[in-house]
């Protein structure tokens, strides 16, 4: 199986534009725990909770801030034509929740770990029970 067969397309992206204001208000709502920051397709980085956190601690000016200037450009990618069970391998050698999936440098979508082993673990055929002992 291939990451583009089980890519979510639709995750939480925001203009390098955007204030900080509007990412801390999406990064606030259920479920949400990174923004990605893209340009015209392509992706810049992305702003996380604790991105948000550590420009504080810097003294970076939220009010001032955009999601280019807070955006992580240190995010974990893939492919949309690799192996699935490689990628898995990868998000749990480096403890990921979720990675980004990327092709030509243009954003696809994100490739989170917990739906895709759920998926995985109900396409597995159930294991056999040991046979009893004759009563």
């Known amino acids: 199986m291939k990451v583009r067969e089980a890519l979510v397309t639709?995750?939480?992206?925001?203009?390098?534009?955007?204030?900080?204001?509007?990412?801390?208000?999406?990064?606030?709502?259920p479920h949400v725990e990174s923004a990605l920051v893209a340009d015209e397709g392509?992706?810049?980085g992305c702003v996380t909770r604790?991105?948000?956190?550590?420009?504080?601690a810097r003294g970076v000016d939220l009010a001032g801030a955009t999601a280019g200037d807070?955006?992580?450009?240190?995010?974990?990618?893939?492919?949309?034509?690799?192996a699935l069970d490689d990628t898995l391998h990868l998000m749990a050698e480096?403890?990921?929740?979720?990675?980004?999936?990327?092709?030509?440098?243009?954003l696809l979508g994100i490739l989170p770990r917990e739906p895709i082993l759920r998926r995985l673990a109900e396409d597995e055929p159930p294991a056999?029970?040991?046979?009893?002992?004759?009563?």
């Open 42 to 44: 392509r992706l810049v």
């Open 10 to 29: 639709d995750p939480r992206v925001v203009a390098p534009s955007a204030s900080a204001r509007e990412v801390a208000e999406l990064l606030l709502r």
């Open 128 to 135: 056999e029970e040991p046979a009893g002992e004759p009563g």
């Open 94 to 106: 480096r403890d990921l929740d979720r990675v980004v999936v990327v092709e030509n440098g243009r």
């Open 50 to 56: 604790e991105s948000l956190v550590a420009a504080v």
């Open 70 to 82: 807070l955006a992580d450009g240190d995010v974990t990618t893939v492919g949309p034509d690799d």
